[in-house]
Each structure stands twice: as C-alpha cells, then as structure tokens.
C-alpha cells in the first residue's frame, strides 16, 4: 500500500516494521494509559477454549471479572492503555452488552468510558458469525459496532445495555409483565420414552400418573392440537405403583448421562409435582420469531423448556395475552430479546418477567 505513494520498496518496508508491532496485546501489551485512540476488532472466544499454557499466563495478567471470554480480556486491557479523554471504538459480539454474566465487566468499564454509540452490524458483515451446533465449534457471532468516550454518551453500569435503547430515549419504565402474572420453565424430562411417553406406552401404566404434555410441534398456526403424549407423574414421598416402576426400570438405561438421578429414581430429571395445572396457561416457545402465546388448558403439562404464564393478580389470561400481542412488547422484544440465527430469538423467563405492559 505504501508503494502506491511513490514509496520505495525497501523505504516502505521499514516505514511498516514502525507502524506495525505484531504481537499478543494482553501479554506484550502496555500495561499504563498509552493511547488516545484504540481501534480494533477485538477475538470472542471463552477463555476455557484457549489453549492451557497460554490460559495460565492470561489468568496471572487478567482480573477475574475479565476472564470469561477474550472479548472481556481485550475490552478491560484497552480501557486501561487510554490516556483521560481516549476514545475506544471495536466491533465486538453483542454477548457482553447483555449477558448477566458480563455485569461486572460493564461496571468497570463504565468507570472509564460512557456509551457514545452502539449499533448491530448486518449479518451479511464479514463479522457475522452464524452457530454450526458441532462439538467443539465456535458460538454465534452477533456482531456491535461500540464506541466508547470518557465524557460523552450514555452511562454504562452493570445494567445490560441493549442497541436501539442504549442511545435513544430511556427504556420503558413501569409496569411489567412479571409484576401481573406468574411465569414459570417448563420441566425438562430428560430422554423421550421414559418419562415422556407416546400413547402406545400410555396404555399400559396408570392413568391417575399419567399427564398430557405438550410441546411446540403440537402447535399448529396457532393452536394446539390434542395432545399425543404424557408425562410420567411421580412425587418424590410416595413410591409409584408396580406398573410405574417396571416401566421405568425398563427405559432408565436408554436415559441420557445428564438426566440420571443419584437418588429416587421414579423421579424425571426435573420433578413438576409442584407444577400448577388446576388453571388453564400460557405457553411462550422458549425459540420464536415473535411473542405469540398459545392457551394450554388446564391439566396440561408444558415441557421442554418452554415457557408457561399463569395469571396471579388482577389481569385475566385474555389480558396478558394482550399485553404479549401489543406493540410495546413487540418492539421491546425486537430489541431485547438475543438473536439466534434465521430471524430466531431466544425467549427467558427474565426477559418476560422484564417486558414492559401498557
């Protein structure tokens, strides 16, 4: 590049040897205010998949708050080398803006720096970094141009920060959806076949132990369809009927390694005894593309995760309903709500209890 300034070539490579150090920023790096400007495009990688020697030496030179993720690492790094008035300006993975366990490290880049700017990238940038869901793989990349300033912008504490609302007006404030109703995770239990089960095995246990479940592909357009299968009711202090116990001492071996019970083995990978279904609920798929509940009456089990809204106060289920489905919530979704690929997000009983209500 220099060479097409009518450098000559030997003149250009040492004018570049100057300007260019290569080398590792967290380890050679300075280690006091040094620059006025820091620019970059920092690597997002936990610290767990970096290479032990190397996550040693790090680990000796990182602050803890800072260790999670390389992006925490060079973020903190590159707060410190500026001189008073520096400006810090990256692309970086929208993880650190929102994630709970990045609190921290916002709070203490906030005692340097206000939020000047920040704006999602389009995810046909180079930055953009779709999940392959293979082992060992890298995670998503949503990629942030973030443009920090000691004395100009917004205040960054250990509050998530979200584009759109960052830097706009102050988020909604008020009531919200959590303050209205109750919203709970679905259970989880563990491999089909076992504590989920089709008709077929229905038929030969116990009906009084026997619950319709349902998940999201028993939801067409809108609504649920007749539930084809049920859940394996069982309570920790009672021992379940013979037929119960055979049947799951049958299927426990085909039970993945994560669902298995050290203790009271009649019992699912997560107990819904203490489930309430006398009232009919809300589910919300934990991975949509919007807020679209769907009414699950009452005696119908919710599973998988998802994420099931039982009224608790002076709103009907009709009203929440209408509070999902207004705009406030749409656009506050749009915003908040983490991206996955194709247009998904990712839906939380935090987000939800956090949703703004009209």
Not at 270 to 298: C, M, Q, T, W, Y
Request: include cysteine; proline fraction near 9%; aromatic fraction near 6%.
């Amino acid at each position: 590049m220099l060479g097409e300034f009518g450098y000559a070539p030997d003149r250009a490579r040492q004018i570049a040897r100057e300007l260019v150090r290569c080398g590792d920023f967290l380890t050679d790096g300075p280690r006091a205010p040094t620059f006025d400007v820091v620019i970059g495009n920092p690597p997002y990688s936990r610290m767990l998949n970096v290479p032990e020697l190397l996550r040693d030496e790090y680990t000796r030179l990182v602050p803890e708050y800072a260790r999670a993720d390389l992006l925490h690492s060079f973020m903190d790094r590159s707060a410190k080398v500026l001189r008073p008035g520096g400006e810090l300006a990256l692309v970086t993975s929208d993880r650190w803006l929102g994630n709970q366990g990045a609190a921290r490290l916002r709070e203490e880049v906030g005692r340097f720096f206000r939020l000047a700017h920040v704006e999602r990238l389009d995810v046909n940038s180079t930055f953009y970094r779709p999940k392959q869901r293979r082992a060992g793989s890298p995670p998503r990349v949503h990629p942030c141009a973030v443009v920090l300033k000691s004395a100009e912008g917004v205040p960054i504490t250990a509050a998530p920060i979200y584009p759109g609302i960052a830097t706009a007006a102050e988020a909604p404030t008020g009531r919200t959806l959590g303050d209205v109703c109750s919203i709970r995770l679905a259970p989880w239990l563990g491999t089909a076949g076992i504590f989920l089960v089709d008709a077929a095995v229905a038929e030969g246990l116990p009906r009084e132990h026997l619950v319709p479940a349902i998940d999201t592909d028993d939801v067409r357009d809108g609504q649920l369809r007749e539930p084809t299968r049920f859940a394996v009711a069982t309570t920790p202090h009672a021992r379940p009927p013979q037929a119960v116990l055979d049947h799951l001492e049958r299927t426990m071996p085909r039970m993945c390694a994560r669902g298995r019970r050290a203790s009271c083995a009649w019992l699912p990978p997560e107990p819904f005894h203490g489930f309430d279904l006398s009232r009919p609920s809300l589910l919300v798929p934990r991975i949509a593309k919007n807020l679209r509940p769907v009414h699950i009456p009452a005696g119908v089990l919710p599973v998988n995760h998802n994420l099931s809204i039982v009224r608790s106060g002076e709103y009907s289920l009709e009203q929440i309903e209408e509070c999902l489905a207004g705009a406030l919530a749409a656009d506050w979704f749009q915003l908040v709500a983490p991206r996955l690929e194709n247009g998904y997000r990712s839906i939380t009983t935090r987000l939800l209890r956090q949703l703004p209500i009209a």
